[in-house]
């Protein structure tokens, strides 16, 4: 049994469903594997069952069959623990930067980073390449490689986008803090990491004001042991002299010098599994966990999920509203992969007004756009129209991920946004808190049609008691718990 079509909120014409990646990747099954899918749900069902087919599918479809081999797709499934492509080889910078369609004579930009009150600066593919290539080549002559650590003090802004690429490169493991965390609060995350190197930026802007962290970043420094050298960032005062570290055995290099002078860009070549950055949990209960995440799992698993998930494609400008904290940030990042124009943001979404987010997408452009589902419900309340105060034309799809939305909200992002002045076509929804969710992916035709949101779950897991929380719940026999909201 089905829910209802009542709150259905948009479906895609043929001509759009089409067009899709996921559809593009259903046709590609079949003409390469002899695969068929009727419908969304069937080539779900496939992917979870049939693990190292699907895999080695995404391996094929987005070409790393031609950056390397491996032996086995998954040589061991025993959780924690488990070895997937084992013998591939895979750097994560390399891939960012080698899209086909990043490669000269690019047009497009590969960055486009706003602050606060600024206006867009855009980073093209060349330049990328060769502050990428500078900055590993700096890291290098300070002795840092596989085993080490770089970590970050940074805003949302392209400075922090090349020293993850740089690190990558080199391949040392990668962290960061957002600047608005507090000295307590880095310390307990970045001791654990014990990185050789810390870039940080003197600050950031946010809520129509300027704050300087020089002074933390003295604190932070103080704090760990095994810091070699700091490279200082100047954002908020740039052509400043003023030494930031109390510690004599501390060298410090400013960014200027450490990302601009001719290199040969250059890869490290490492495993599958080789670490590429860590992550960090909340900290609400206990002391920050470290999450780290390998070369080749983050390259196949967001080639999937922005690919066939979000959709993301070469010509998409993608922002997304985040701190270099939150996860998101990667997740942005990571549309590098794609070939796609990266736009960063520093600074507040509700600044000067709740429409602030919806400002950054107007003038950079931005045609897929992801915010937190606080933001939305905000601008629920605060009773704001972007799409009728503002030239949204350009934006075709919205990420909303962080927690669930209420439906009052998936209604009011429907049409407030998407006005008659908007190209809005899609309104998903990625992440549902820690629920262990699939969704009906928007763009795959059915014989039982398309819905704007389907969640589904399988029978008498925690999944299916969330999704019951949710409204408009059925329980079919054989398919489990789904909502459409």
Same mark, same amino acid.
């Given at each position: 049994?089905?829910?209802?079509?009542?709150?259905?909120?948009?479906?895609?014409?043929?001509?759009?469903? %089409?067009?899709?990646?996921?559809? *593009?990747?259903?046709?590609?099954?079949?003409?390469?594997?002899?695969?068929?899918?009727?419908?969304?749900?069937?080539?779900?069902?496939?992917?979870?069952?049939?693990?190292?087919?699907?895999?080695?599918?995404?391996?094929?479809?987005?070409?790393?069959?031609?950056?390397?081999?491996?032996?086995?797709?998954?040589?061991?499934?025993?959780?924690?623990?488990?070895?997937?492509?084992?013998?591939?080889?895979?750097?994560?910078?390399?891939?960012?930067? %080698?899209?086909?369609?990043?490669?000269?004579?690019?047009?497009?930009?590969?960055?486009?980073?706003?602050? /606060?009150?600024?206006?867009?600066?855009?980073?093209?593919?060349?330049?990328?390449?060769?502050?990428?290539? $500078?900055?590993?080549?700096?890291?290098?002559?300070?002795?840092?490689?596989?085993?080490?650590?770089?970590?970050?003090?940074?805003?949302?802004?392209?400075?922090?986008?090349?020293?993850?690429?740089?690190? %990558?490169?080199?391949?040392?493991?990668?962290?960061?803090?957002?600047? +608005?965390?507090?000295?307590?609060?880095?310390?307990?995350?970045?001791?654990?990491?014990?990185?050789?190197?810390?870039?940080?930026? +003197?600050?950031?802007?946010?809520?129509?004001?300027?704050?300087?962290?020089?002074? =933390?970043?003295?604190?932070?420094?103080?704090?760990?042991?095994? !810091?070699?050298? !700091?490279?200082?960032?100047?954002?908020?005062?740039?052509?400043?002299?003023?030494?930031?570290?109390?510690?004599?055995?501390?060298?410090?290099? /400013?960014?200027?010098?450490?990302?601009?002078?001719?290199?040969?860009?250059?890869?490290?070549?490492?495993?599958?599994?080789?670490?590429?950055?860590?992550?960090?949990?909340?900290?609400?209960?206990?002391?920050?966990?470290?999450?780290?995440?390998?070369?080749?799992?983050?390259?196949?698993?967001?080639?999937?999920?922005?690919?066939?998930?979000? +959709?993301?494609?070469?010509?998409?400008?993608?922002?997304?509203?985040?701190?270099?904290?939150?996860?998101?940030?990667?997740?942005?990042?990571?549309?590098? !992969?794609? *070939?796609?124009?990266?736009?960063?943001?520093?600074?507040?979404?509700?600044?000067?007004?709740?429409? &602030?987010?919806?400002?950054? %997408?107007?003038?950079? *452009? $931005?045609?897929?756009? &992801?915010?937190?589902?606080?933001?939305?419900?905000?601008? =629920?309340?605060?009773?704001?129209?972007?799409?009728?105060?503002?030239?949204?034309?350009?934006?075709?799809?919205?990420?909303?991920?962080?927690?669930?939305?209420?439906?009052?909200?998936?209604?009011?992002?429907?049409?407030?946004?998407?006005?008659?002045?908007?190209?809005?076509?899609?309104?998903?929804?990625?992440?549902?808190?820690?629920?262990?969710?699939?969704?009906?992916?928007?763009?795959?035709?059915?014989?039982? &049609?398309?819905?704007?949101?389907?969640?589904?779950?399988?029978?008498?897991?925690?999944?299916?008691?969330?999704?019951?929380?949710?409204?408009?719940?059925?329980?079919? =026999?054989?398919?489990?718990?789904?909502?459409?909201?």
């Amino acid at each position: 049994m089905k829910t209802p079509d009542t709150d259905l909120l948009w479906s895609p014409d043929p001509a759009t469903a %089409a067009r899709s990646n996921i559809s *593009g990747f259903i046709r590609w099954l079949g003409d390469t594997r002899g695969l068929s899918f009727p419908d969304y749900a069937a080539l779900w069902r496939w992917s979870t069952t049939d693990l190292p087919a699907f895999w080695s599918a995404v391996w094929q479809y987005y070409g790393l069959d031609e950056v390397s081999t491996y032996d086995q797709v998954l040589a061991d499934p025993a959780m924690p623990g488990a070895r997937w492509f084992t013998g591939a080889r895979v750097n994560f910078a390399e891939r960012c930067l %080698a899209h086909p369609s990043a490669q000269p004579p690019a047009t497009r930009p590969a960055l486009v980073s706003v602050s /606060e009150g600024g206006a867009p600066v855009e980073t093209s593919w060349s330049e990328l390449r060769c502050q990428a290539a $500078a900055f590993s080549a700096t890291l290098r002559d300070l002795g840092v490689g596989p085993g080490d650590c770089v970590a970050g003090y940074l805003p949302n802004i392209s400075e922090t986008v090349v020293a993850l690429l740089a690190t %990558a490169a080199v391949g040392a493991v990668w962290t960061v803090c957002s600047p +608005d965390f507090g000295t307590p609060s880095v310390l307990a995350r970045l001791r654990q990491a014990r990185p050789a190197v810390l870039v940080a930026a +003197d600050g950031y802007r946010h809520g129509g004001r300027q704050h300087d962290r020089r002074e =933390e970043i003295a604190d932070i420094v103080d704090g760990l042991p095994t !810091l070699r050298h !700091l490279v200082t960032v100047s954002r908020l005062r740039p052509g400043g002299s003023v030494t930031w570290s109390r510690r004599e055995d501390v060298t410090e290099h /400013e960014w200027a010098a450490s990302a601009t002078a001719d290199a040969r860009l250059e890869f490290a070549d490492v495993p599958f599994d080789h670490p590429l950055w860590i992550l960090w949990s909340s900290g609400t209960t206990g002391v920050p966990k470290g999450i780290v995440h390998s070369h080749g799992g983050i390259v196949v698993e967001l080639l999937k999920a922005l690919g066939l998930g979000a +959709d993301l494609r070469p010509d998409d400008r993608y922002l997304f509203i985040t701190s270099t904290s939150w996860m998101v940030w990667n997740f942005l990042v990571a549309g590098l !992969l794609h *070939g796609s124009t990266v736009v960063l943001y520093d600074g507040s979404p509700a600044f000067p007004d709740a429409n &602030g987010a919806w400002r950054v %997408a107007q003038r950079t *452009g $931005a045609t897929m756009v &992801g915010v937190g589902a606080g933001y939305l419900v905000a601008d =629920e309340k605060a009773g704001a129209r972007p799409g009728a105060d503002l030239g949204l034309g350009a934006i075709r799809s919205v990420l909303q991920t962080g927690s669930s939305l209420p439906p009052s909200t998936w209604r009011w992002a429907r049409h407030p946004v998407r006005t008659c002045r908007t190209g809005v076509k899609q309104l998903r929804h990625l992440l549902v808190g820690a629920m262990d969710l699939s969704f009906e992916n928007l763009l795959i035709p059915s014989s039982s &049609g398309q819905r704007l949101i389907a969640y589904t779950a399988e029978p008498g897991s925690p999944s299916e008691a969330a999704l019951r929380l949710l409204g408009s719940v059925t329980a079919p =026999e054989a398919e489990g718990t789904s909502a459409t909201v």
